[in-house]
């Protein structure tokens, strides 16, 4: 018998142990963002452009292949931030890029 503490999870109407339930609370939490291809991306992953990006308010086009370093994600499924020369503040979207 471990000593471990349970707790009532009202989702489930269960009584889970407290690491348990601390774990599916943490794992709810936290949001999947899928490339084009349908690889999971994660936070200093280095991605491909897809296609041509025109970047609003900077006046640049991106190019399709060029290579974007160290990306950061945003708790959106669907944006992923990340840093390019000359540009501040660059968010693109997941569906237009390919991780490498």
Do not use: H
């Not at 707790?7 to 601390?22: K, T």
Request: negative net charge; aromatic residues 4%.
């Amino acid at each position: 018998m471990s000593d471990e503490d349970y707790v009532y999870d009202e989702d489930s109407g269960e009584w889970l142990p407290a690491s348990e339930l601390a774990a599916k609370r943490v794992a709810e939490g936290t949001v999947e963002v899928r490339d084009a291809v349908g690889n999971l991306l994660a936070d200093g992953d280095q991605v491909t452009l897809i296609k041509d990006l025109e970047v609003k308010g900077a006046g640049q086009t991106l190019k399709r292949g060029t290579l974007i370093k160290s990306i950061r994600l945003t708790g959106d499924a669907q944006e992923i931030d990340c840093r390019f020369d000359g540009i501040k503040g660059l968010v693109l979207r997941a569906e237009f890029v390919k991780k490498r």
